[in-house]
């Protein structure tokens, strides 16, 4: 199976993730999106940046993540993502104490995140699922949604292209 985006798996044993994930987030994407209830109803726009470097001696992808929305509320996280040789990825945030785990689905990357409801809780609220999918070369096409205790309560949709 070849990996999401034009990769071709692990370059060797224990490469982790870098053609699949990394050459997704690799160097800079930015786009808009929105974020809507369940009823449809638009409850935030805004623009998001991710900014990703892979490092061969860690062998895990750094990747910023900066979400402005459009009231001027400005939410920036700090992700290392690694990958085992099956092809999971699994990463921590380093602001919030995100968890993020992902696999390839079908050629498109999905992600899983959560993070702990207060420092030091075992209770994760709420989990995020995204589903990237390469619409055509550098254009990237976002689609999700917010659980809590495994209900949704979000949408959420983002188009980005390359930089």
Known sequence: MTAPFGGQGAA????????SIARLFQGRLAGEGEVRGLTGRVLRSMSVVYAGVWSEPHRALHLDEEIVYADGTRLVRH??????????????EAT??????????D???????????????????PKVRLRFTEVEPGVVEVRGHTAILGAPVRRMTLRLSRA
Not at 109 to 125: E, I, Y
Request: aromatic residues 6%; neutral net charge.
């Open 107 to 125: 050629g498109d990357l999905q992600l899983v995140f959560d993070r702990p409801l207060r420092p030091g809780a075992s209770l994760t609220v």
């Open 12 to 19: 060797s044993p224990g490469a982790g993730p870098r053609p």
């Open 79 to 92: 992700w290392a993502v690694h990958g085992d040789d099956d092809g999971f990825l699994s990463g921590v």
């Open 96 to 105: 919030q104490g995100g968890r993020l785990r992902g696999r390839e689905v």
